[in-house]
């Protein structure tokens, strides 16, 4: 049987089950948090994992601005599949050959620079999309460390939680470096890509 991609709805009633013995709760507010929460569970799973993705960028008078979903970046290769290496801004100055550097902020977006102008390869660390609808699907390969982190950090912000809380962010935890080892017996260096549109 294939793999098919966990949809928010799976992801909540997997957190009812946790949570409220299979019961999904009534009220808007309640059902707002688990959505905001399984979505940073997602996002701390992905950067946890360093999940990376990849785009072509071709700089422009020495600079191109990264995509909107980028968090950090693991590789940029150039045309001929050569790693470039990253340099502080400071040494940018002096800058020549196979170098790139990043500027910006998070107000107003982040730039890859590069000495010359060309084709890049750029792989990188991407915030998933926010899963919206019941139909929204997690690209996480695993379920239960999205559940088991937002099952976590709900109890931990309830006012009388139970001691549980500790233990679900542990299984979190646990689950991602099970991913990481299964990864690293199968692959030399451990690097999980997202294809696009997949």
Known sequence: MAYSKPSLATLKQSLADRKEGGELPDDAA???????T???GINYCVERLRITTSTSLTTVSGTIALPDDFVLIDAVL???????????FKDSVE??????????????GFYLNTPEDAAY????????????NDT??????????????????????ESDPFEDSGYALAEADNRLREIQSQYGLNDEEFQVKLQTNA
């Open 30 to 36: 309640t059902l707002s948090l688990w959505v905001r």
């Open 38 to 40: 399984l979505n940073r």
């Open 78 to 88: 150039d045309d001929g599949g050569s790693r470039l290496q990253q340099i502080s």
């Open 95 to 108: 800058a020549g050959g196979n170098v790139y550097w990043i500027t910006g902020d998070f107000d107003s």
């Open 121 to 132: 390869t750029v792989f990188y660390v991407q915030r998933p999309s926010p899963l919206v």
């Open 136 to 157: 929204d699907t997690s690209t996480f390969p695993d379920t239960e460390a999205i559940v088991a982190y937002a099952y976590g950090m709900l109890r931990k912000a």
